[in-house]
């Protein structure tokens, strides 16, 4: 029995983008997914002492979607630069404390969070996934 198929998740703000790549990765992994489109919630760990609930953030950082790749066109013709140069150049003048130098995936998103759910162990948890960006929490 694959590790998610008793799992009920709840993924809020899950109608497009990062949301819906996790929705997505968490249907692969055979658990059963309530998606959410955004709206304010809150969750806290000490709410499921006891229980086989856990609860979990999962941090993205630079994260290229449809949106990013359309701020970045717009970007070039404000500034007549090309598309792919200001991409290029994203990380050496924006984000210089960055390990991997690059966008995080939609898809490197949802695997850290199907991740944090296949271990039961985990319980407020806030797991960063921008590649050493932000050094501590």
């Given at each position: 029995?694959?590790?998610l198929?008793?799992?009920?998740?709840?993924?809020?703000?899950?109608?497009k983008?990062?949301?819906?790549?996790?929705?997505?990765?968490?249907?692969d992994?055979?658990a059963?997914?309530?998606?959410?489109?955004?709206?304010?919630e809150?969750?806290q760990?000490?709410?499921?002492?006891?229980?086989?609930?856990?609860v979990?953030?999962v941090?993205?950082?630079?994260t290229?979607?449809?949106?990013?790749?359309?701020?970045?066109?717009?970007l070039?013709?404000?500034?007549?630069?090309?598309?792919?140069?200001?991409?290029d150049?994203?990380?050496?003048?924006?984000?210089?404390?960055?390990l991997?130098?690059?966008?995080?995936?939609?898809?490197?998103?949802a695997?850290?969070?199907v991740?944090?759910a296949?271990?039961?162990?985990?319980?407020?948890s806030?797991?960063?996934?921008?590649?050493?960006?932000?050094?501590?929490?």
């Open positions: 029995m694959p590790a198929e008793q799992k009920i998740t709840l993924i809020t703000g899950s109608t983008g990062i949301g819906a790549a996790i929705a997505s990765a968490f249907v992994n055979h059963h997914v309530v998606v959410h489109g955004r709206d304010r809150e969750a760990a000490e709410l499921t002492k006891g229980s086989q609930v856990t979990n953030s941090l993205p950082g630079p290229w979607t449809s949106g990013v790749e359309a701020y970045f066109d717009g070039a013709v404000e500034e007549g630069k090309p598309a792919q140069e200001l991409i150049n994203y990380f050496a003048e924006h984000e210089p404390t960055s991997i130098q690059r966008f995080v995936t939609v898809e490197e998103v695997q850290a969070t991740f944090l296949m271990n039961s162990a985990v319980n407020g806030a797991q960063r996934v921008e590649g050493g960006i932000v050094r501590s929490i």
